[in-house]
């Protein structure tokens, strides 16, 4: 399935679909990433990107979807660093006044081994970039949507979730771990008016596939 294929849901100009501020893209100029950024553009909000080594696909990005109307701003992240994360939600909210949506659309590209061959060393990339990245995520975000009102969480998940791919632990460990921690947030945040939600991906053509094949 190719990302290309994607309808994209055009804003009504009476009835916005989001409130004021933007929506934060983590892994925004990967391939799905920069996809889910459009329709946000398209629907209407502004967007606040990142990346971590492809600044030139998330500047251009940013200026493409910016010269259609929207505000959208890129920033440098790496969401293993808690400090660094920080940092770049207040430039965030600094630049759009508030963050309304975090879409978690990033993952490192993890070794294709199986369970038995995993080292230590690979274990503790994915787990520190994919699960305590995300972690670090929502450590920053949750008191900004708690005093804003509420707010949304959208997890791009793994369907490894549901049937085991092999040699793909790696990735899907760390994913339901997150899938974990969302169902926990939308258990106890809901009362706050924060929203939290997974959807499991595919086999995409995009981003880690065609790096990976």
């Known amino acids: ?28 100029s990967g391939g799905i990433g920069s996809y889910v950024a459009r329709e946000f553009a398209n629907a209407g909000s502004n967007v606040a990107l990142t990346y971590r080594t492809k600044k030139d696909v998330a500047e251009k990005l940013a200026r493409e979807l910016g010269g259609e109307g929207r505000k959208v701003t890129a920033h440098g992240l790496t969401i293993g660093d808690p400090a660094q ?6 430039e965030a909210i600094k630049a759009h006044g508030r963050i309304h949506t975090v879409v978690y659309a990033c993952a490192t590209l993890t070794h294709q081994v199986y369970i038995s061959e995993i080292t ?15 972690f670090n995520i929502v450590h920053a975000t949750l008191p900004h949507f708690r005093a804003a009102g509420g707010g949304s969480y959208v997890n791009l998940g793994s369907a490894g979730d549901l049937r ?3 040699r ?7 994913k339901a771990a997150i899938e974990a921690l969302i169902k926990g947030l ?19 053509e995009a981003g880690m596939f065609l790096e990976l094949t």
Request: hydrophobic share 40%; glycine share 10%.
């Open 186 to 204: 939308a258990k106890e945040e809901g009362k706050y008016g924060v929203r939290a939600n997974t959807v499991l991906v595919g086999v995409i």
């Open 120 to 134: 230590s060393e690979q274990w503790k990339e994915a787990v520190e970039q994919d699960l305590n990245g995300f």
């Open 1 to 28: 399935m190719s990302p290309q294929a994607s309808s994209s849901i055009s804003a009504s100009s009476s009835t916005p679909l989001f409130p004021e501020g933007a929506a934060l893209i983590v892994g925004g």
């Open 85 to 90: 994360v920080e940092a770049v939600l207040q």
């Open 164 to 166: 085991w791919p092999d």
């Open 168 to 174: 793909d632990g790696l990735s899907v460990i760390p």
